[in-house]
T-cell receptor, first 107, second 112 residues
Framework: KNEVEQSPQNLTAQEGEFITINCSYS?????LHWLQQHPGGGIVSLFM???GKKKHGRLIATINIQEKHSSLHITASHPRDSAVYIC?????????FGAGTRLTVKP | NAGVTQTPKFRILKIGQSMTLQCAQD?????MYWYRQDPGMGLKLIYY???????DKGEVPNGYNVSRSTTEDFPLRLELAAPSQTSVYFC???????????FGEGSRLTVL
């Protein structure tokens, strides 16, 4: 069993829909990261959080430390949100990555 | 600022050849990392460095070597390339060990 599990693996939505991507982990962490990988391959950091909730534009990330679970929400989804979303957990110098959730938003 | 710069973007190698993937960052980050990404799998850590002159193995170090002679540069050396090393390689850096990661654009390597 992977230490970081994401669901779903693939997600297709219509433009405007509310999107939720889930991440569960089984190890102790200092922080959890949400990353976005565009079709061209580049990876950018969206959020880094260790508790509570963070919001940036239409993106919201939450974490529940007790349940070892995080969610990434996208409100009013748009085709440009189509990408692979990766959850990663870090502790000291060690970072473990989920396999990613491929999101396709159709116009 | 350029951020994290990786070269080359693409390379095809024959089995047994050697090559170096270059990585440079201009953010004065202490921490630098090399990851590989295989289809359907999460990123795997190959090597990391916590500062100039210090390197350490990650999860999948076999077949690779690194050096960190300066804060800015963290090259990854592949000796005796094997088909199992066909992958996309990402260099990343962060200011602190659990800080925000900044990634290079990736290097797609094919070993035939």
């Amino acid at each position: 069993k992977n230490e970081v599990e994401q669901s779903p693996q693939n997600l297709t939505a219509q433009e405007g829909e509310f999107i939720t991507i889930n991440c569960s982990y089984s190890v102790g962490i200092s922080a959890l990261h949400w990353l976005q990988q565009h079709p061209g391959g580049g990876i950018v950091s969206l959020f880094m959080l260790s508790s509570g909730k963070k919001k940036h534009g239409r993106l919201i990330a939450t974490i529940n430390i007790q349940e070892k679970h995080s969610s990434l929400h996208i409100t009013a989804s748009h085709p440009r949100d189509s990408a692979v979303y990766i959850c990663a957990v870090s502790d000291n110098n060690d970072m473990r990555f989920g396999a990613g959730t491929r999101l396709t938003v159709k116009p | 600022n350029a951020g994290v710069t990786q070269t080359p973007k693409f390379r095809i190698l024959k089995i047994g050849q050697s090559m170096t993937l270059q990585c440079a960052q201009d953010m004065n980050h202490n921490y630098m990392y090399w990851y590989r990404q295989d289809p359907g799998m999460g990123l795997k850590l190959i090597y990391y460095s916590v500062g100039a002159g210090i390197t350490d193995k990650g999860e999948v170090p076999n077949g690779y070597n690194v050096s960190r002679s300066t804060t800015e540069d963290f090259p990854l050396r592949l000796e005796l390339a094997a088909p199992s090393q066909t992958s996309v390689y990402f260099c990343a850096s962060s200011l602190v060990s659990t800080g925000e990661l900044f990634f290079g654009e990736g290097s797609r390597l094919t070993v035939l």
